[in-house]
């Protein structure tokens, strides 16, 4: 299996930044399908932003775009999540995911999840 763990969340004020990490063990980076994932209270999970197997980049909801960047350390195993411009709609907990699968990344049944990291977003 494939563990993954998140950290990197917390409180900001609108207009702020934070980078979430995504630390995974078990398997490299190269072949995978990864994603983050976020979950607002009383709203259905979203795709953030992911890449497949090749590295291609895809910001999955329009929201985001321009505002996130998703990052990639190969040598340190581990994923990132840049948010920039944080506006209140942000607060969610934040889920990265992973697996092998060959098929589109904006999607909700990736094999392995972290736990979770808050980022709750001031007005």
């Known amino acids: 299996q494939v563990q993954l763990v998140e950290s990197g969340g917390g409180l900001v004020q609108a207009g702020g930044s934070l980078r979430l990490s995504c630390a995974a063990s078990g398997r490299t980076f190269t072949n995978y399908r990864m994603g983050w994932f976020r979950q607002a209270p009383g709203k259905e999970r979203e795709s953030v932003a992911a890449v497949d197997w090749s590295g291609g980049r895809t910001y999955c909801t329009d929201s985001v775009t321009g505002r996130f960047t998703f990052s990639r350390d190969f040598a340190k195993n581990t994923m990132y999540l840049q948010m920039n411009s944080l506006k209140p709609e942000d607060t969610a907990v934040y889920y990265c995911?992973?697996?092998?699968?060959?098929?589109?990344?904006?999607?909700?049944?990736?094999?392995?999840w972290g736990q979770g990291t808050q980022v709750t977003v001031s007005s």
């Open positions: 995911a992973a697996d092998y699968k060959l098929k589109a990344v904006c999607t909700g049944d990736y094999d392995y």
